[in-house]
């Protein structure tokens, strides 16, 4: 899909709801929010949802209004009792 002047680096997680599609860029800790043309191959960028707890968000899924993503925590050694967590935010 063409979105002019915007590529998705890191790009993981995809959702699409309607015309608008989520892409997640994990590493980048945002999501890049895209409004598709009627066709779906080309569209604008028309925001980035960011969140200071985001750590590494892998993909995204959307119950009660809401946008929830996983954090992968990449950046963090995995031990027995490393805290995995979610992240809910308003969709855009």
Same mark, same amino acid.
């Given at each position: 899909?063409d &979105? !002019?002047g ?9 959702l +699409?709801?309607?015309?608008? +599609?989520y &892409?997640v860029? %994990?590493?980048?800790?945002?999501? #890049?929010v895209?409004?598709?043309n009627h #066709?779906?191959? #080309?569209?604008?960028?028309t925001?980035?949802?960011?969140d !200071? %707890?985001?750590?590494v968000p892998?993909?995204v899924a ?5 946008l929830? +993503? !996983? %954090? ?7 031990t027995p009792? $490393? !805290?995995? $967590?979610? &992240?809910a935010v308003?969709?855009?």
């Amino acid at each position: 899909m063409d &979105v !002019p002047g915007h590529t998705f680096t890191n790009g993981d997680g995809l959702l +699409l709801l309607g015309r608008t +599609l989520y &892409v997640v860029q %994990n590493r980048l800790n945002q999501v #890049a929010v895209v409004r598709l043309n009627h #066709a779906g191959t #080309a569209g604008t960028l028309t925001s980035t949802i960011t969140d !200071p %707890n985001f750590d590494v968000p892998t993909t995204v899924a959307k119950a009660m209004g809401r946008l929830y +993503l !996983p %954090n992968a925590r990449f950046t963090t050694p995995p031990t027995p009792t $490393t !805290p995995y $967590t979610a &992240v809910a935010v308003r969709a855009h």
